[in-house]
């Protein structure tokens, strides 16, 4: 277990609607980063956040936002959801900004009918 | 050309082997090379981490990286079966983790 929290463990919906994806971080980590995984394929940087504001951004949709609030835990948000975005999400969080190091949860299931 | 390159595999290894793992990255400033693990639709987990060149170890795992030819490795004793699993090679750049495709391993008993 790697402290990393993430709700919930599966989500299905329709194509056109809006998901929110959350993350607790491991007690103490300031940083939480997002990724995408879909089947078979690598892992994809979506959004870093520090200690509440936005590090670094990679390959994120305009459709995705997130953010992270005061109690350090973030959200994922995706709208306008297409069958493409069905994938394995995963939170990760380090203890510092430097992107060494990170633990990872769990994961959030999605699937887009 | 990706700045971590690693084969997809699947690397198929009887139980018992040593199994050696590798990826090449293309940028020499790279300073801090990571390996994870990840089991079937898990989160990836951290098994190693090294800064610079030189070798560490932990257990049965050694994490191997060479900077004058770009080059990281990690090697596995005494495989088991439970070491089936996806690795993946990363390294750091600019906050973010630049990752290897990973390579699936295949330990059969």
């Known amino acids: 277990d790697s402290g990393v929290t993430q709700t919930p463990k599966h989500l299905i919906t329709a194509t056109g609607q809006r998901v929110t994806l959350r993350c607790s971080p491991r007690s103490g980590d300031l940083s939480v980063y997002w990724y995408q995984q879909s089947l078979d394929q690598g892992l994809q940087f979506l959004i870093q956040y520090y200690n509440g504001e936005e590090r670094a951004k990679g390959n994120i949709l305009e459709r995705f936002s997130a953010q992270q609030f005061p109690d350090l835990h973030s959200e994922l948000n995706l709208s306008s959801l297409e069958l493409g975005d069905s994938a394995l999400y995963f939170c990760?969080?380090?203890?510092?900004?430097?992107?060494?190091?990170?633990?990872f949860g769990p994961g959030t299931r999605l699937t887009v009918l | 050309q990706k700045e971590v390159e690693q084969d997809p595999g699947p690397l198929s290894v009887p139980e018992g082997a040593i199994v050696s793992l590798n990826c090449t990255y293309s940028n020499s400033a790279f300073q801090y090379f990571m390996w994870y693990r990840q089991y079937s639709r898990k989160g990836p987990e951290l098994l190693m981490y090294t800064y610079s060149s030189g070798n560490k170890e932990d257990g049965r795992f050694t994490a191997q990286v060479d900077k004058s030819s770009k080059y990281i490795s990690l090697f596995i004793r005494d495989s088991q079966p439970s070491d089936s699993a996806t690795y993946l090679c990363?390294?750091?750049?600019?906050?973010?983790?630049?990752w290897g495709a990973g390579t699936k391993l295949i330990i059969k008993p």
């Open positions: 990760a969080s380090s203890t510092r900004a430097g992107a060494n190091e990170q633990f």
């Open positions: 990363a390294t750091d750049s600019n906050y973010q983790l630049i």
